[in-house]
């Protein structure tokens, strides 16, 4: 039972947030503060997960996924309230839980110093990007069904994130690894060169990958049957209803969560795919994603963490992904190497070893000119020891020498 139950502990966390930041003050960012680090140290503290014993009931993991759509909604509709001023109480939301308290969360949003929204900001976008996105990521990978592939770009579409789902199934998985790809970050960038580069790559990527599908069944751009248009509609619609919670502020707080889980799932692929190379004639290995066994990470992911069998095969259920032990690790769990990427010194320090190693141990003969090449122009002087540098520099001819045949 609890191998089911674990999966539904990401969405109920969300919506414990959620009520939690109508009680302003600290409750707005303390909660989600916890919810990070609590991850960040129990992944240190638990045994990997490498269970992979089937499931037989697989309808309940499906509802786990599916509540993540009424987690984001009212982690959604917290924030556009917290947003309000004076009088406003959208949906009687802070009458309700007067009565039931007997605390007026309405004059204790009001004395909300200003500095709690700016935490709250830096707090919330980890979480957000948790209820919708991780979950959504995984429905919309379920493109033989049709209500999981409608509730996952909902669900996603809240926080204007309508070109991900494009990009990323079909565009992202078909050239990970490749300079072509807006998520697998060059060696030596950091996460601060990475991100405007990806953001506005995966973007222009899902607009050609629509465009494309559009004009192949002979539909217009702006038909009906264009799911960017479609998405955009829900986007819009959510930013309106921040508009009726609290009007111009209600829509700027949507914005803002919307720009800063934009960048926390960035920030997600930049992890997930540093440095890896793969010729882009060959087949998508296990061996191009970093992986993770941690299992607090994996329960707050719904198991994205085996990253790596994810890549290999993206139909999989998230239960039923193997945990690939023998694949390249992310350095530390998924959350602590993801707030190391924001010390990019750091990170730096950790990833190193590990590209080293995946260039030894996992890497392709077929790949060590690309990372050679990749190597040298990092600007990392530590990838000079890469076997594969070590290999080109031997192929190379010697000067002024004549071979005789």
Wanted: hydrophobic letters at 45%; glycine letters at 6%.
């Amino acid at each position: 039972m609890l191998r089911y139950l674990r999966f539904y502990v990401a969405p109920i966390t969300i919506m414990a947030i959620s009520c939690a930041m109508l009680f302003s003050h600290y409750w707005l960012w303390v909660p989600a503060l916890a919810y990070i680090g609590s991850i960040a140290l129990l992944d240190q503290l638990f045994p990997h997960d490498i269970d992979e014993k089937s499931y037989r009931y697989p309808f309940f993991l499906d509802l786990a996924l599916y509540l993540s759509t009424p987690a984001t909604i009212a982690l959604y509709v917290a924030i556009f309230w917290v947003a309000g001023s004076g009088s406003q109480d959208a949906l009687g939301l802070g009458a309700l839980v007067q009565s039931m308290t007997g605390i007026d969360v309405i004059e204790a949003r009001n004395s909300t110093a200003w500095y709690h929204y700016v935490l709250m900001f830096l707090a919330v976008a980890l979480p957000a990007t948790g209820a919708g996105g991780l979950a959504g990521h995984e429905l919309t990978h379920r493109t033989s069904r049709p209500f999981d592939l409608w509730i996952g770009r909902i669900t996603m579409a809240f926080n204007w994130g309508i070109a991900f789902p494009i990009e990323h199934v079909y565009g992202h998985h078909s050239y990970v690894g490749t300079k072509k790809d807006p998520a697998t970050a060059a060696r030596g960038d950091s996460v601060y060169q990475h991100l405007p580069k990806a953001m506005y790559r995966t973007v222009t990527n899902a607009w050609e990958i629509e465009s494309e599908r559009l004009r192949k069944i002979g539909a217009s751009f702006f038909s009906y049957k264009n799911v960017l248009l479609r998405m955009g509609a829900v986007a819009a619609l959510t930013t309106l209803f921040a508009y009726y919670c609290a009007g111009w502020q209600g829509v700027l707080f949507h914005l803002i969560v919307c720009v800063s889980t934009k960048v926390a799932l960035e920030v997600l692929n930049y992890v997930e795919h540093y440095g890896l190379i793969r010729q882009p004639e060959e087949a998508v290995q296990p061996r191009h994603s970093w992986n993770c066994n941690h299992v607090v990470s994996g329960v707050f992911t719904y198991n994205l963490t085996r990253h790596s069998h994810h890549h290999a095969d993206a139909q999989v259920p998230y239960q039923d992904l193997r945990s690939h032990s023998e694949q390249p690790e992310m350095p530390g769990g998924l959350m602590s190497a993801y707030l190391s990427t924001l010390i990019p010194p750091l990170w730096r320090k950790k990833i190193v070893p590990k590209l080293l190693e995946w260039d030894r141990a996992q890497a392709s003969s077929h790949e060590y000119p690309l990372i050679a090449e990749a190597n040298i122009e990092s600007g990392w002087h530590e990838l000079h020891a890469s076997i594969a540098n070590e290999t080109e520099r031997a192929e190379q001819p010697i000067e002024g020498h004549v071979s005789y045949s």
